[in-house]
């Protein structure tokens, strides 16, 4: 995942428009899924494990 999207513990922070604004223009070139995961939610785990399971998908998926 991208490093530019990441707060000073590592995780994944998107907390302003110009971030969303720049994943929208890289999504010009490869198709880009913002995937909104819940700690608390079975499944949202289940779709975040299929999402980092596919190795195969030809689109960025930033987990959040």
Same mark, same amino acid.
Not at 4 to 22: S, V
Not at 30 to 42: A, G, R
């Given at each position: 995942l991208d490093r530019q999207y990441t707060d000073e513990q590592g995780r #994944? /922070? #998107?907390d302003n428009q110009a +971030? #969303?604004? /720049? !994943? /929208? +223009?890289?999504?010009?070139d490869v198709p880009? !899924? !913002?995937?909104?995961? *819940?700690? *608390?939610c079975p499944i949202s785990a289940m779709a975040k494990n299929r999402f980092e399971g596919n190795s195969d998908t030809v689109m960025k998926i930033i987990i959040i």
């Amino acid at each position: 995942l991208d490093r530019q999207y990441t707060d000073e513990q590592g995780r #994944l /922070a #998107l907390d302003n428009q110009a +971030q #969303l604004d /720049a !994943i /929208a +223009q890289e999504s010009h070139d490869v198709p880009t !899924i !913002i995937f909104k995961h *819940s700690t *608390s939610c079975p499944i949202s785990a289940m779709a975040k494990n299929r999402f980092e399971g596919n190795s195969d998908t030809v689109m960025k998926i930033i987990i959040i």
